[in-house]
């Protein structure tokens, strides 16, 4: 699986836009980006993922650069409930031993 | 929110015995998995099952089985528990429908071995 590179930390305002930088250079043509975020003490959970095109759901957006080398997670108005470890995470997706690789992760703080 | 329970949620045992940790799906998802999470370490897999009785074994394995003998639950059981096993466990579920379908989380089971 493609190795991912993320910031170890930022910190955002509350109620301003969130932008989560991944980098995935050496991804291939048939892997995923998925992003997952944990909050102290629970499960990981899903935020989004995407193949190529953008995606957007009611919890985030998902820009992937047009090469595909990098990605950009962004909350449209974060909230101190969005502090968390955010997850991005390259796979091929379809084979049987479809594990998650979670690796370090960005901790984003939203201060009030 | 994903139909996912684990049970128990907290457990302390002793060195030596049998544990035995739940995972129960209302989604009748195909996938199901285990995950161990350590400071240091992230998460990693311990086992995996892709269909009833189909289990096989993730990158932290040893000591530890399966089983599956219905959609809805995956067992994951610790023969004779070692310190080195406490952690806290993830079950996670995936639907086998839908190109890169994600995995959801179960809230863990925070488990202590002393």
Redesign the interface.
Known sequence: DAKTTQPTSMDCAEGRAANLPCNHSTISGNE?V?WYRQIH??????II?G?KNNETNEMASLIITEDRKSSTLILPHATLRDTAVYYCIVRV??A?????????GTTVTVRA | DAGITQSPRHKVTETGTPVTLRCHQTENHRYMYWYRQDPGHGLRLIHYSYGVKDTDKGEVSDGYSVSRSKTEDFLLTLESATSSQTSVYFCAIRARTGEGQPQHFGDGTRLSIL
């Open positions: 995923y998925y003490s629970q499960g990981p959970q899903y993922h193949l997706a379809g049987n031993d479809y594990k998650l690789s979670f690796g370090a």
